[in-house]
């Protein structure tokens, strides 16, 4: 984007606009893009290499990008040689989208303030969220406690806010957890610190009665990588960093102690019968996962075919079965075959890559970010969503633009 057009106020506005408009639409129907993001893209691109410009300077191009212009070519690829394509068009067509709500952001998204904005207005949110979500626990706590129980972690199947999957759900209140302490860190007011700190410790106990042992783990990978990455890269925040973490947690845990049994027996990860059984079925759909790469290893059964392939195998599950792979990571081996797992993992290497550097450049929000990917990577090991739940994606590139953007800080959104 040129010079005339970064700093005029009202190209920046409606850029910014736009980016909600599509965030919030994305949340409703991803595919209503095509007929609403696209156009407008294309526009805002045309108006831009009309004013002079030419999308981003060769130095403002990372790797991550050129990566994600090769992930559009296989997408392309694994569903032109698919096994069903119907299936495969749909989950194309989910991820070519996303990739093209990233780089409008890349490309008209450049400043601090507006991704300060940003994630003032996504803590907000997932403040509500989070409300949403505990009062369709207390229904479901209330269902079962009326009866007798009292661990409710055999029961998890029963709990669905807003009709979808509790693990689902869990996973995308944990791509949310980033953006208040985000804005803890970089707010100067008080007032505001405290009402972040309320709508974080809000989502941390929503997470916690979703009793998701991958979520757990998920968790406590972000704040035990937050600390560590804040102590060796940002040692002058670290008294900072400890303080919020005790300000949420310590809340979190006392607002808990009623479901402090059903805590407890999550923690404990294998102890009750329905989480050995769970346990096993995972083991069983990763084996499956192997088998299907080992019969399609070039480009894999195409996006979205993981169920269709899986039935090949419904003698060997024995009562455990369910549609989803469990882990993204075998997933992408079974669906997108050699050519998938390359560039894929290439997209990962570079991410980390990105990650390690602005971290050592002293960004703030980099370290923030980098640990809510390692822990999203970590729970996909045991529960796969990426690729399943829109929402999920779309806020996953979010935060991937939001740690691979360089911003810059001479422009106010709103003076």
């Known amino acids: 984007?040129?010079?005339?057009?970064?700093?005029?106020?009202?190209?920046?506005?409606?850029?910014?606009?736009?980016?909600?408009?599509?965030?919030?639409?994305?949340f409703i129907d991803i595919f209503s893009w095509i007929f609403i993001m696209l156009p407008v893209v294309v526009c805002f691109y045309v108006y831009d290499i009309r004013h002079g410009a030419v999308y981003l300077t060769s130095g403002e191009i990372s790797c991550f990008d050129y990566i994600l212009y090769t992930v559009c070519a296989v997408e392309l690829l694994c569903c032109l040689t698919s096994v069903y394509i119907p299936n495969s068009i749909t989950a194309t067509l989910k991820i070519l989208l996303s990739i093209a709500f990233y780089f409008f952001i890349r490309t008209f998204i450049r400043f601090r303030s507006q991704f300060a904005f940003l994630y003032k207005v996504l803590s907000i949110v997932a403040g509500i969220l989070s409300l949403i979500t505990?009062?369709?626990?207390?229904?479901?706590?209330?269902?079962?406690?009326?009866?007798?129980?009292?661990?409710?972690?055999?029961?998890?199947?029963h709990y669905r806010p807003l009709g979808q999957l509790s693990n689902n759900w869990a996973t995308m209140l944990l791509c949310l957890v980033p953006f208040p302490i985000i804005s803890i860190l970089e707010s100067g007011y008080r007032k505001e610190q405290i009402c972040y700190i309320c709508m974080e410790i809000l989502m941390l106990v929503a997470i916690l009665v979703s009793f998701s042992r991958g979520a757990y783990i998920a968790l406590f990978v972000f704040f035990a990588m937050l600390i560590t990455f804040f102590c060796i890269y940002k040692r002058d925040m670290l008294k900072k960093a400890l303080a919020i973490c005790l300000c949420v947690w310590l809340?979190?845990?006392?607002?808990?102690?009623?479901?402090?049994?059903?805590?407890?027996?999550?923690?404990?990860?294998?102890?009750?019968?329905?989480?050995?059984?769970?346990?096993?079925?995972?083991?069983?759909?990763?084996?499956?996962?192997?088998?299907?790469?080992?019969?399609?290893?070039?480009?894999?059964?195409?996006?979205?075919?993981?169920?269709?392939?899986?039935d090949t195998y419904r003698q060997e599950r024995q009562g455990l079965f369910t549609s989803y792979a469990t882990n993204t990571y075998l997933q992408v081996a079974a669906e997108k075959g050699i050519v998938g797992v390359i560039v894929y993992g290439a997209l990962v290497l570079s991410l980390i890559y990105i990650g390690i550097h602005q971290m050592k450049k002293g960004e703030l929000r980099s370290i923030v970010f980098f640990s809510i990917l390692l822990a999203l990577g970590v729970r996909e090991v045991t529960f796969s969503s990426f690729f399943q739940k829109e929402n999920m994606m779309i806020l996953c590139f979010l935060i991937m633009v939001s740690l691979v953007q360089p911003l810059e800080d001479n422009y106010e959104l709103f003076k």
């Not at 059964?301 to 169920?307: D, E, F, K, R, T």
């Open 251 to 310: 809340p979190t845990l006392l607002c808990m102690l009623p479901e402090r049994k059903s805590v407890l027996i999550t923690c404990f990860m294998n102890h009750t019968v329905s989480q050995q059984r769970s346990t096993a079925g995972r083991f069983v759909k990763w084996k499956e996962a192997i088998n299907i790469f080992g019969l399609f290893p070039a480009t894999g059964v195409g996006g979205g075919n993981y169920a269709l392939a899986s």
């Open 134 to 157: 505990l009062f369709f626990f207390l229904l479901h706590r209330d269902r079962f406690y009326s009866v007798g129980f009292e661990n409710l972690t055999d029961f998890r199947s």
């Open 1 to 26: 984007m040129n010079g005339g057009l970064i700093h005029n106020k009202k190209f920046n506005l409606l850029a910014f606009l736009s980016m909600g408009l599509f965030l919030l639409i994305g």
